[in-house]
């Protein structure tokens, strides 16, 4: 809740829109940023610790949950863990059959699995008041501390930027490079005198995904952010009428945003694998 009569609404959106940054600033010292002047200042060599925090922290709590659901697996009746850890694998199971195909892959599974549960517990986070968190961390001396990583384009084009590199990989290895820089002249028009124009083409829609696949999820979880922000702003008595139901939906919206991300993951990984002619 914005309960500050010191700050502005614009000063109090700021300030939870602002990450923890540590970086070099110009005269060249490193420390951390007291504000977005001091941000500027860094540019590109910054590092957002809040988000880097959560999600290798959320990535932790990922394996460790489903290590120990996997080491007190039962044959019996499963419990709470077990079948909700069954339940995300079979579902990615069948995905990545219905997309990729039966054949054997050791990384498409596990891969698509991180990525649905991974993303969704970064997206959870958005679920949880604007405030507790980094008012906790202001009292602990933390000035800036957003919880919700995949709000930050430097998490999700992250992640975007490994998928496109996996795609890259297996476009040479299963078509090889002269296959690949085949298909990147001969597509959608074989006829020798449009190479050059089909190279534009491909090439514009291979720099495309990644930037799509990392946009798409940061700006859906952005702007769920800034409406529980907003709504912060409010009344007290206004903010439970508006969060509740918005809370309700946002949930569609992060297991939503999760599943997107993988199953993009997938069609981008199977399209690379294809060995057939278009």
């Known amino acids: 809740m914005a309960t500050s009569e010191t700050i502005t609404s614009q000063e109090y959106i700021q300030h939870h829109l602002t990450n923890l940054t540590y970086g070099q600033f110009a005269d060249g010292h490193w420390g951390f940023a007291h504000g977005p002047a001091d941000i500027a200042e860094m540019g590109f060599m910054a590092i957002h610790v809040d988000t880097l925090i959560w999600s290798v922290g959320l990535g932790i709590l990922f394996i460790a949950l489903f290590a120990f659901a996997a080491r007190k697996a039962t044959t019996g009746v499963p419990g709470g863990l077990q079948n909700l850890c069954e339940m995300a694998v079979e579902f990615v199971e069948d995905t990545v059959t219905e997309v990729f195909g039966s054949q054997p892959n050791a990384l498409i599974g596990p891969l698509a699995l991180t990525i649905l549960v991974w993303v969704f517990f970064m997206n959870f986070m958005d679920l949880i008041p604007v405030d507790l968190i980094p008012q906790a961390a202001h009292l602990a001396g933390v000035e800036y501390f957003k919880v919700v990583s995949t709000t930050d384009p430097n ?124």
């Open 155 to 278: 998490a999700t084009m992250g992640m975007s930027l490994g998928v496109f590199i996996l795609v890259i990989y297996y476009n040479f290895k299963m078509k090889g490079p002269i296959g690949f820089g085949k298909g990147l002249i001969t597509h959608p028009i074989p006829h020798w005198s449009m190479y050059w124009f089909n190279f534009i083409l491909e090439v514009v829609d291979l720099l495309a995904k990644p930037l799509s696949h990392g946009l798409r999820l940061f700006g859906n979880m952005y702007a769920g952010e800034m409406i529980f922000i907003l709504i912060a702003l409010l009344p007290a008595t206004v903010q439970f009428t508006l969060s509740v139901p918005w809370a309700i939906f946002h949930i569609l919206i992060i297991s939503l945003q999760a599943f997107i991300f993988m199953i993009l993951t997938i069609v981008y990984l199977t399209q690379a694998s294809e060995t057939a002619e278009h």
